[in-house]
């Protein structure tokens, strides 16, 4: 297999087998051969012979060594595997009773322990203050319940490969849709949920006619309250524009669009990302076409050479394309029924609708191999063009499937059956965030564009490294203009290419990031897949941090227009807002040093092995000047040295001594237990200093900063990459860590 340095660290971390002292003992090969076994073994059911079963995981193998195809990650982890648990998504149901709650507490531990995510809708649970007659007492409605889901998520590490998610979802005529809507406004609060208001048909006519709705109490099912559409309206905005959430999903269009009837079951809720509606207790298994992988090599980049009349249709595989859609629908449909459910429940119901959801990633590696800007007439058009023909081939596939293994049991409720038309799958397509599979198969996350060209990606020992998109790399080498000082600068600008004068514009115009893009371009795509997905599209739309709240409610309005099932936005730097004040170099002094009355600085926080550490640095007009170093209990030896230490500094910066000298003396001194703490290896109490110093007063390339500047983001807490916020849950594309909420 052709795996990147990326790819290898990702399986190796979060994939690959270890034995009970943590060592590897599987190659990537071996995994894929594994998952291969496992899946095709399903075909004996349906009465394939031994060698036909073989062809069946040889087929297999072969889409997956190929990275075509990639199912999700429980697939991957757990096929062949004596947990056996394959699904990434479920949907449980929480009732209005203490038995129903506690029953989905336990449910979701063990789907968390599996490796799954999952979605809840409180909508069903009486409002606070509500009467509770078993106990004559009054109900603390479904927020502070939300908070058992968030304990129990939070005491468990999914499947030993990443941490759970949940989605939680409160229907906007709820009486505490309000404090729904403000209840993750504190940073840090319900940290494992991404949540989200089902906004109604009747919500949006009040909105329309600037009216008021009801409020329904769903234990009496009656009015209990007005309110003003508009106003409630402005709140979810509000509240996106502040930190993301919540987003909104329009549950209506949701239940229109099912291919089910309401005789089996109304749909209340989705998986943690937004894209997979399910009814409850139900599962879906999801998978992956890697686009990058279906353009023709003859017609990659001869944009470049600035050919016109490019005709697009004739750079995909078309073929190819259509073969890897039938075997991967094939593979989907057997995972089914070699998986092993949490739950029993779980099971019979994803049985009788057999639902899978196949989706894409590498859209914008396709894009850009093409000379298709993402934000673009042209990217629209082959948008919807792929997504209907992977749409159409999926559908031929199961429709081929039950011709053989007959129709999936809640068939006759389906909008298949009044056309006769057979049906293996009641859907068959999702468009999902991709994270850490697309990672392994290096290719772009899911329909997003590229989030950086170019950043620092922290490697062994604790040093950075450069790291630039190597589409970009190879572009700008033909072009004969890379070098390391263009790439310095493409790492200053964001990733962006914005303002860059040395690139062509025709590259700029081409190589497009995230933030480049209008939240309405962005908008754009997501509609156009979901016009041919059967399910739902996760996209997270990027917005300036300069965008408003009224912004927020124009890309809501524009995203229902377009036809979306849901939306979640994203102000850059609104989710964690981290400002570095980077000091004015100044000319050298052997002046006696006179301490201000009044000093400015920042004291930051950092784990050593030696416990918690605070650095205080007090500054003058931006320069270091003293700095403050406590730790453990005052009296203390290890108290005594970093107190020491802190005041050697103060001197040495009042005596004219450079920063960087004194970061580098201290640098790298390491201790007896070396520990990682928010990206950073601290090797010691002094190392943790000269970090803390450098990472504040020098830039990437080891000088003083000429000038103030703020830096917006958060770094991977386990490998110090850029952390890319998708879709509410914060991924790291260096590493494979994600964390959702």
Known sequence: ????????????????????????????????????????????????????????????YDLMTSLKFLPNTPTLVNAGRPLG???????????????????????????????GGTGFSFSRLRPKNDIVSSTMGVSSGPVSFMKVFDCATEAIKQGGVRRGANMGILRVDHPDILEFIHCKEKEGEFKNFNISVAITNEFLKALENDDEYDLINPRTKQSVGRLKASFVWEEI??????????????????????PLSKEVGIIESTNPCGEQPLLPYESCNLGSINLGKFVKESAKNIWVNNKDGVDYDDCIDWGSLKKAVTTSIHFLDNVIDVNKYPLKEIEE??????????????????????????????????????MKFIEDTSKE??????????NFPNYKYSIYAKDKIPMRNATTTTIAPTGSISMIADASSGIEPIFALAYYKQVLDGKRLPYVYERLFNILKE?????????????????????IEEIPEDVKRV??????????????????????????????????????????????????????????????????????????????????????TVLHGFTEKVKTSRGTLYVTV????????????????????????????????????????????????????????????????????????AQILRDHFLNSTGKEVKEPKKVVGEECPECGSPLEIVEGCAVCRNCGYSRCG
């Open 511 to 596: 190589f497009v990031t995230a933030m480049d893009i209008s939240y309405k371009a962005h908008i754009d795509i997501q509609a156009a897949f979901q016009k041919y997905t059967d399910n739902a599209v996760s996209k997270t739309i990027n917005m300036a941090n300069s965008v408003t709240v009224e912004d927020v409610k124009e890309a809501y309005n524009y995203a229902y227009k377009k036809g979306l099932k849901g939306i979640t936005v994203y102000r850059d730097g609104s989710r964690q807002e981290q400002v570095l004040v980077v000091p004015k170099k100044e000319k050298e002094t052997t002046e006696t040093f006179t301490r201000p």
């Open 397 to 406: 596939a199961s429709s081929e499937l039950a011709k053989v293994r007959g």
């Open 1 to 60: 297999m052709l795996l990147s340095e990326n790819a290898l660290v990702v399986l190796k971390s979060r994939y690959l087998k270890k034995d009970d002292q943590g060592n590897i003992v599987e190659t990537p090969e071996q995994l894929f051969e594994r998952v291969a076994k496992a899946i095709a073994i399903a075909d004996k059911n349906y009465g394939a012979s031994e060698e036909e079963t073989e062809k069946t995981a040889s087929d297999f």
């Open 618 to 689: 007090n500054t003058v007009d931006g320069k270091p000047i003293e700095v403050f170093a406590n730790i453990g209990k005052s009296g203390g030896d290890i108290s005594a040295l970093s107190e020491a230490i802190g005041r050697l500094i103060s001197i040495a910066l009042q005596n004219g001594v450079h920063v960087k000298s004194i970061i580098n003396t201290l640098i790298s001194i390491t201790g007896a237990q070396p520990i990682w703490n928010n990206g950073r290896l601290i090797k010691s109490v002094p190392d943790a200093i």
């Open 85 to 115: 648990q394959l699904s990434a998504c479920f949907v449980l149901p929480v009732d209005d009773s203490m038995e129903s709650i506690f029953d989905a507490v336990k449910a979701t531990a063990l789907i968390h322990k599996s490796g």
């Open 237 to 258: 905005a509000k509240g996106a524009h502040k930190n993301g959430e919540p987003g909104i999903i329009f549950i209506d269009r949701i239940n229109e669009k099912h």
């Open 349 to 386: 119901n994803t049985k009788k609708n057999r639902k899978v959801g196949l989706g894409v990633m590498g859209f914008a590696d396709l894009l850009i191999d093409l000379g298709i800007p993402y934000d673009s007439e042209d990217s629209v058009l082959m948008a919807e063009k792929i």
């Open 479 to 499: 072009k004969g203009i890379y070098t390391e000082q263009l790439a310095q600068k493409i790492i200053d600008n964001r990733g962006s290419l914005k303002g």
